[in-house]
């Protein structure tokens, strides 16, 4: 169990022994070692100037379900050694290693995905091998396959996908638009796709995801701009989204369930990287064709899906939108069921659920008196039972985001950031977007919006269409989007939660590696935040980007 120095990783190979008693087809076995190659991105290695490297398995507590420190030693940075030990047996089991400096502070972290290993467990579904990407703090890397270190790509570009965190870790990533027809990002209909695949944090790729039946384009539908939720028993619901009919766009009314627990993942050495799950069609169908929506689990198992537009073409080169304030509840027995309206016709808008199982709706377009597209300030709680007013932002705001953040003492609220403050419709009767905003302000659902803690902080820019990522700290990280002018911008920050109002943490030291909007952001098992996908029209003629990097993010 010695650990070598590689060059090509710059990295710790540690050698990691897990209990013995585990049973396989042959019977009985000792134990197995699992070897854990830690690799880093080229110029940013952290290896070099750290001064120790912590290396930690986690798991979760039986009898608690809380997450547990299995095991942890530290090692000289450069001793390229590093034996656990035997690690005892736990669900959730995670490797997760820090490079320190020479005070011991975290100048670098990353983390395997979550793996059973119990006494039960058969040797095939243990992992051989276990790659960790470290990347430094405060900066944003490109995105690297761990077999060969090039950057890591989508199987196409894409805008308008659906993503959702997998139990163990993985990122589900669905659908979307592989082509834009212009700078404002409106997408090629006949070009929404069936798309799915997996992001996978140890081997660094996008695993293309097959049918059961081994066919590509799993997805049931061609689906944009729809919604992909985690439920409770691991299945995710893809909901809604545009579609295309004859090359013509037209708004789904449908919906369908990915099966976690029956896919068939591909070992990190398999020579095809395919993934085998299915996509189930939901029976029922949503009362109202919707995209642009939002869909919030809650307590209870629900999930709450809310407003959206209705799109169509009317006529070649014509569109019709209606904005929509119907909303459905989708559970596992019963499907789709209509349910309360809410106060004001939404889409662009958030949905964010509050510790008491409420969930917050803030802004987004509506139509006004005549018909045409106003972006909203106002928003609305749903209490299980219907829709209650809670006034208004300080700012109308659609496309931004608001996150459940947390202060220092452990309150939780909603940090809301960004967003546009004005729409019109173009000739053909899509939706323009202007007016960015850079003000920054708080929901505490003690006291509500409060105008005096709404703020632009100092290098706080004008943005929309970015991404709002929570991270483990309770704090908030702002990636990407469009600035004024409608520029795609490289901004990354993360915003800190105070009663006296927001503020920044930081900046990091290096920013987006590519300037993209109307992108992914999805936090990685590690804590790091991987950033995917969207579109760059600052030259004219619009790229659809099939690149990611990553965001670590100060602890």
Same mark, same amino acid.
């Given at each position: 169990m010695q650990t070598r120095a590689k060059a090509t990783r710059a990295a710790l190979i540690a050698a990691v022994a897990l209990a013995a008693g585990g049973a396989s087809a042959a019977g009985c076995h000792p134990g197995v070692d699992v070897d854990v190659t830690v690799y880093t991105a080229g110029a940013f290695d952290v290896f070099g100037a750290a001064d120790k490297v912590r290396v930690t398995a986690i798991g979760t507590d039986a009898e608690t379900g809380a997450r547990e420190i299995l095991k942890s030693r530290e090692y000289g940075a450069n001793s390229g050694h590093a034996t656990l030990g035997l690690i005892p047996f736990s669900e959730g089991m995670q490797i997760r290693v820090e490079t320190l400096d020479t005070s011991g502070n975290v100048t670098g972290y990353g983390a395997s995905l979550l793996h059973d290993i119990l006494k039960d467990t058969p040797s095939d579904d243990i992992p051989v091998s276990v790659f960790v990407f470290v990347t430094p703090i405060k900066t944003v890397v490109p995105a690297l396959r761990a077999s060969d270190q090039l950057p890591t790509t989508m199987p196409a570009g894409r805008v308008g996908m659906a993503t959702a965190v997998l139990p163990d870790g993985r990122i589900l990533v669905t659908g979307g638009a592989v082509m834009a027809t212009d700078t404002l990002g409106h997408i090629d209909p006949s070009t929404i796709a069936r798309y799915a695949e997996v992001f996978d944090a140890e081997s660094g790729r996008f695993v293309s995801i097959a049918d059961t039946m081994a066919m590509l384009n799993p997805l049931n539908a061609p689906r944009a701009f729809h919604t992909a939720t985690l439920l409770p028993d691991n299945g995710v619901l893809i909901a809604g989204g545009l579609t295309?009919?004859?090359?013509?766009?037209?708004?789904?009314?449908?919906?369908?369930?990915?099966?976690?627990?029956?896919?068939?993942?591909?070992?990190?050495?398999?020579?095809?990287?395919?993934?085998?799950?299915?996509?189930?069609?939901?029976?029922t169908l949503m009362s109202d064709a919707r995209a642009h929506h939002t869909a919030t689990l809650r307590d209870d198992g629900s999930v709450l899906i809310a407003g959206g537009t209705f799109e169509q073409v009317v006529m070649p080169g014509s569109f019709d939108v209606t904005f929509l304030n119907t909303t459905e509840l989708y559970t596992r027995a019963n499907g789709f069921a209509a349910a309360a309206t809410m106060s004001d016709e939404r889409a662009y808008h958030t949905a964010t659920l509050l510790p008491s199982g409420d969930v917050l709706v803030t802004g987004g377009i509506g139509a006004d008196g005549v018909g045409n597209p106003e972006v909203l300030a106002s928003a609305e709680i749903y209490t299980g039972t219907g829709w209650t007013g809670i006034g208004a932002m300080s700012t109308p705001r659609a496309y931004h985001t608001a996150n459940l953040a947390t202060y220092a003492d452990g309150t939780q609220v909603v940090l809301v950031a960004g967003g546009y403050t004005t729409a019109s419709f173009?000739?053909?009767?899509?939706t323009l977007f202007s007016a960015p905003s850079a003000l920054v302000e708080t929901y505490d659902p003690a006291v509500g919006f409060n105008p005096m803690l709404a703020r632009v902080i100092p290098g706080m820019v004008q943005i929309a269409e970015h991404t709002g990522t929570?991270?483990?700290?309770?704090?908030?990280?702002?990636? $990407?989007?469009?600035?004024? &002018? @409608?520029? #795609?911008? !490289?901004?990354?920050?993360?915003?800190?939660?105070? /009663?006296?109002?927001?503020?920044?943490?930081?900046?990091?030291?290096?920013?987006?590696?590519?300037?993209?909007?109307?992108?992914?952001?999805?936090?990685?098992?590690?804590?790091?935040?991987?950033?995917?996908? $969207?579109?760059?029209?600052? &030259? @004219?003629? #619009?790229? !659809?980007?099939?690149?990611?990097?990553?965001?670590? /993010?100060?602890?």
């Open positions: 295309q009919q004859m090359g013509m766009l037209s708004t789904l009314t449908s919906g369908e369930v990915f099966e976690f627990d029956s896919c068939s993942f591909p070992s990190p050495d398999a020579i095809v990287q395919t993934a085998l799950c299915a996509f189930i069609p939901v029976p173009d000739p053909m009767g899509r929570t991270l483990p700290s309770g704090k908030v990280a702002l990636l $990407g989007g469009k600035t004024g &002018g @409608g520029l #795609p911008s !490289v901004f990354a920050i993360t915003l800190d939660p105070s /009663p006296m109002g927001p503020g920044f943490l930081s900046d990091p030291s290096g920013v987006l590696s590519t300037p993209r909007a109307t992108h992914g952001a999805e936090l990685l098992p590690g804590g790091q935040v991987l950033i995917f996908g $969207g579109f760059n029209a600052s &030259g @004219g003629t #619009p790229i !659809v980007y099939n690149t990611a990097e990553v965001y670590t /993010p100060p602890l």
